[in-house]
């Protein structure tokens, strides 16, 4: 008896839909996308420049038996449902199924759910539609851009410095992590002193002369305001005002990534592999469910009916006076808003309640995103802030103090966020003016130069500049670093050497493309081909007429960085010898080159077993010294990428990582995914 066929992109995701929706359902997965544009063409683009960027598709290698098997239940299938993300990636996915499949409009329905629960399922098969060619259009758009852009300026790189590649939105991080870098070495550090005085119960500081800032900028200057003070201080006022402390609002993707990343010590790729699981389902005792919502969003709106059971929730756990209110947020013009923001699917669903079934990872990011939402419904803390001036020889010092009266949504959110209480004493009451300090003392202090970008700090910068995506910050954070572009030092990003001569070399030449601002406004303008606003073909032929002739001026006429000589003389010439780059691999050869062709190891061709992942090398098969064999870039040392098991080239659709096949299962080389 033939059934209805629901393809989503994770296999993961295959058995809660399959329940919540019953025997007249089969559910199977693409486990990703299943085509990319080829290689073909100008440049290896894959497109028809001169067609209108006609794209030349091929299915990704390893995907040609995922295709047939989904093909065989198609015929077999009273109707079929494209059931992939609600993004525009899913989307895509579900336009290259679509074609691949030979759909028909009358043979299926696209259906979105943001969150992995019967009820959302249900809802979503109850409310179908056809695939959105807008947003396809605009993912096509980046590939296409992404593909360009990456292509040629690796090429530029490769060619003119010591890097292995570059990209459209990690060339302006990396450029954001070199400004910043050069900021600190250029600045210079001022010398400041404070004055405070010590009244046992609490400190205050210097902070005005004659009621007017006041700057001491040397031991000399702190001498002589201390030789005219006494020990002596009048308050001159106590002023007392009462503030509302606001939650904040649901997770977007970057919110969250940050405070994991401050919180809980999980970089960026960690976050989205983590949170994954927890969107997808996670097994309880009766059930699989999905705990939280999509986690690739830059929009902080729920549901009404999620609001609508936290609020009841809040009334009976923590009382009505701590019901609050949905936070609202000005919609800014790089912010998508295609679903929600992230929530818990379930606010019963405690993370103490289900701590038993998570892993220590998944407890610590699901309580994260819990609470965030249960505090952003919640009412505002009420916190009585103090401000006491004192006044000493016509010098103002300040004291302030504050201390909560209602503690509000900090109930539930204090672990997360830092509510220390500085009660000073009531001085409005005190029947003297006059209060007598046990010491007054000056400090040293000097400006420090602005830190360096931790990951967190660099996509809130990424975000509020507008470069990227959701779904592109993690990536871009491992690219700058897998390529050697950065170091990590105590969780703050600094440029190698690579990384700067990178950055420079691409400023050089492409400051035109290569900047905060263009970035930002070719994010725009895939905003508005999703909008149905702009015709995706002519953004790129507007790019492209722009893009073309600076690479072209740029192999032109950026020297190329000299090769690394290796202290020896050419046996035939006498000329140094260099390394050299080649098709197999780095060799060392004579710098006189074509006069002399002395070369002293060029190395043999080996099988390739894949396109290296962090460079432009390849995969190939060695030996370690103990002869087991294992598979490792041939770029080796300056890329460490290996593997024991046997590379397939298809990448992890959880994590991103290379997937391996050990004795004929085919698994992550990072994470636990299985295919």
Not at 70 to 76: A, P, S
Not at 345 to 368: A, C, G
Not at 447 to 458: D, G, I, S, V
């Amino acid at each position: 008896m033939s059934k209805n066929l629901v393809i989503v992109e994770s296999p993961h995701k295959t058995g809660p839909i399959g329940n919540y929706l019953g025997s007249d359902y089969k559910v199977v997965a693409s486990v990703g996308h299943i085509r990319d544009l080829s290689t073909k063409g100008k440049y290896g683009f894959g497109v028809d420049i001169n067609n209108n960027f006609k794209p030349d598709y091929v299915v990704i290698k390893g995907k040609k038996r995922v295709i047939d098997n989904i093909k065989k239940e198609v015929k077999d299938a009273k109707h079929v449902y494209l059931a992939t993300d609600p993004d525009r990636e899913g989307e895509a996915i579900s336009w290259h199924l679509y074609d691949v499949l030979g759909l028909k409009d009358k043979d299926y329905d696209r259906v979105v759910f943001n969150e992995i629960t019967k009820n959302a399922v249900k809802e979503a098969f109850n409310n179908t539609r056809k695939i959105d060619e807008n947003l396809v259009d605009s993912q096509k758009t980046r590939l296409i851009l992404d593909k360009i852009i990456g292509f040629r300026l690796s090429n530029i790189v490769q060619a003119k410095t010591s890097g292995a590649s570059a990209g459209r939105v990690q060339s302006v991080a990396l450029k954001l992590v070199v400004d910043r870098e050069r900021e600190i070495n250029s600045f210079v550090s001022e010398e400041y002193w404070t004055i405070s005085a010590d009244f046992v119960k609490f400190n205050a500081e210097l902070f005005n002369y004659n009621h007017k800032d006041i700057k001491i900028t040397s031991e000399y200057e702190a001498n002589e305001i201390l030789n005219k003070l006494s020990n002596s201080f009048e308050i001159e006022s106590v002023d007392k005002k009462e503030k509302s402390k606001k939650s904040k609002p649901v997770y977007t993707t970057s919110t969250m990534q940050q405070d994991a990343s401050n919180k809980l010590n999980f970089n960026a790729k960690k976050t989205m592999s983590v949170a994954q699981k927890l969107y997808e389902g996670i097994d309880l005792r009766t059930e699989t469910v999905g705990l939280i919502t999509y986690m690739r969003t830059d929009s902080i709106r729920i549901s009404d009916e999620f609001v609508k059971n936290a609020y009841g929730f809040i009334k009976g756990k923590y009382g009505e006076d701590y019901v609050g209110y949905v936070k609202q947020a000005k919609k800014s013009d790089n912010v998508q808003d295609a679903h929600e923001g992230i929530r818990p699917t379930d606010i019963n669903r405690t993370p103490e309640s289900i701590k038993t079934y998570l892993s220590p990872d998944e407890y610590k990011l699901y309580k994260l995103i819990y609470y965030r939402a249960l505090a952003s419904l919640m009412k505002d803390a009420k916190t009585e802030n103090t401000t006491v001036i004192l006044n000493n020889n016509n010098y103002q010092f300040k004291a302030t103090g504050q201390v909560i009266l209602f503690d509000g949504y900090l109930k539930v959110y204090s672990d997360y966020e830092d509510t220390k209480e500085d009660e000073l004493p009531p001085l409005d009451t005190y029947n003297s003016k006059i209060l007598i300090s046990k010491e007054i003392t000056k400090e040293q202090h000097f400006t420090n130069p602005p830190a360096r970008y931790t990951e967190a700090k660099l996509i809130k910068e990424m975000e509020e500049l507008g470069i990227g995506r959701p779904s592109t910050y993690a990536q871009t954070m491992t690219t700058i670093k897998d390529r050697g572009y950065v170091n990590v030092v105590d969780k703050k990003f600094v440029p190698t050497e690579v990384g700067i001569e990178v950055s420079d070399k691409l400023q050089e030449a492409f400051s035109n493309i290569i900047n905060v601002e263009y970035t930002a406004n070719m994010e725009n303008d895939l905003d508005k081909i999703a909008e149905g606003k702009e015709i995706w073909y002519k953004v790129l032929d507007e790019f492209y007429k722009e893009f073309a002739p600076t690479v072209d001026n740029a192999f032109k006429t950026l020297e190329k960085k000299a090769a690394e000589e290796t202290g020896e003389s050419c046996p035939n010439c006498g000329s140094p010898l260099v390394i050299r780059k080649g098709r197999f691999g780095e060799f060392v050869a004579c710098s006189n080159y074509p006069k002399c062709k002395y070369i002293k190891n060029e190395p043999k061709e080996i099988h390739v077993i894949c396109k290296c992942p962090s460079c432009d090398g390849n995969i190939v098969e060695k030996k370690s010294k103990r002869g087991k064999t294992f598979y490792g870039c041939n770029n080796y040392p300056k890329c460490n990428v290996a593997y024991w098991d046997e590379p397939t080239g298809e990448f992890c659709p959880e994590c991103g990582k290379m997937l391996t096949n050990k004795k004929g299962t085919i698994k992550c080389s990072e994470c636990d995914y299985t295919k």
